[in-house]
């Protein structure tokens, strides 16, 4: 992935703060979140933000389901550990402040259909998402996890989407980004410990020795905080999961994405897995799973739903290439 997720949104306090968000940009942070425009996707599909989902669902495939570890079939439930933030589309909370939405969310649902399992729902933070999994207390996660060549020693990946980052600014800026040339001077945030954070770094190492000007990096963790300072003119931009910035700026009509890139570098199609940890024996499963729903539709009724049609995988993968180790100096 890309994004540790701490502070909390709620589609509650997205809807509560529509007034002032419609008013233009505030520099109250609820205001920042809020969708101005109603909520809707980046493709123009109305988003659902109430706890009854009407979820796409889809049958169990016994096959498939009889590749599970015994262990995880006689207890019956898939236990999936997400990190919840302000990371509409990805998975935040609906109106209740209780029940766990997203395009994340469906996804395990639909593999817990074709497996013929119940979902568990475990938010946690980010870091302890892999705590969890290296312990064995939870059997998936399923939150934006970019495949990595480092996580691909602790880790078993079976894709699930195309891992596209997005670079955000204010509506009418004038400016694109396309390559390390386009951030040279320019102020843009990000969240520490992410692929982003890596990716910044390296356009910086590659511009300074191009002879241009280093981008300053700022650190935030909470969206609430970068969308804060991306309204007072702080910073320039902010790049994180290209879902999240498409969908706030379709929300707010104050902010546009500027570039796109892959979150596996200018040599590598960043991919998003579900991830075990090494030979748990689940990611099989997993894998199997994903290319049913692939074959048989809901999974592109599924990402249609939260606007990611474009981030579609055709197959899902075990295990591909994934963002390389930083070079050693």
């Known amino acids: 992935m890309s994004l540790p997720r701490r502070a909390l949104v709620t589609a509650a306090a997205l809807a509560s703060a529509l007034t002032l968000a419609a008013c233009g940009s505030s520099t109250d942070a ?29 049958p169990k495939v016994d096959a498939l389901a009889a590749l599970v570890p015994e262990e995880i079939r006689r ?10 933030g302000t990371t509409p589309p990805l ?20 593999l817990g259909n074709v497996l013929g399992l119940k979902v568990e729902f475990n938010p946690v ?25 480092a996580r691909k020693e602790k880790y078993d990946f079976a894709t699930y989407r195309l891992d596209i980052l997005g670079f955000e600014a204010k509506k009418g800026s004038g400016w694109k980004v396309t390559g390390p ?24 190492e590659e511009n ?30 902010y790049v994180g999961p290209n879902p999240v910035a498409a969908f706030h700026a379709v929300q707010t009509g104050e ?6 890139y892959s979150g596996g570098g200018a040599e590598v199609l960043g991919k998003i897995g579900a991830t ?41 993968e075990v295990n591909p290439v994934g963002l390389p180790k930083p070079k050693q100096p």
């Not at 300074?208 to 969308?227: M, V």
């Open 181 to 204: 040339k386009d951030i040279a001077g320019k102020t843009v945030a990000v969240a520490s410990g992410t692929n982003q954070e890596k990716l910044l770094i390296a356009w910086n």
């Open 75 to 84: 207890r019956g439930t898939l236990t999936v550990v997400d990190s919840l």
């Open 255 to 260: 902010t546009e994405v500027i570039g796109t």
């Open 276 to 316: 075990t940890k090494k030979d748990s024996g689940l990611v099989g499963a997993l894998n199997g799973a994903i290319n049913e729903v692939i074959r048989n539709g809901s999974y592109a009724q599924v990402l249609k739903r939260w606007g990611l049609d474009a981030e579609a995988v055709p197959t899902s």
């Open 30 to 58: 609820a205001a920042d979140l809020a969708p101005a425009k109603g909520s809707t996707a980046p493709n123009g599909t109305a988003v659902n933000l109430t706890p009854q989902q009407n979820r796409v669902t889809t």
């Open 91 to 110: 998975d935040f909370y609906a109106n209740d402040d209780r029940t766990v939405i997203g395009v994340e969310p469906d996804i395990a649902s639909l």
């Open 208 to 237: 300074t020795k191009n002879g241009l000007k280093a981008a300053d990096i700022k650190y935030y963790q909470n969206s609430s905080d970068y969308y804060l300072a991306l309204s007072s003119g702080r910073i320039d931009a």
């Open 125 to 149: 933070s980010w870091e302890n998402i892999f705590v969890g999994l290296d312990s064995g207390k939870y059997d998936v996660g399923i939150s934006n996890i970019t495949v990595t060549e």
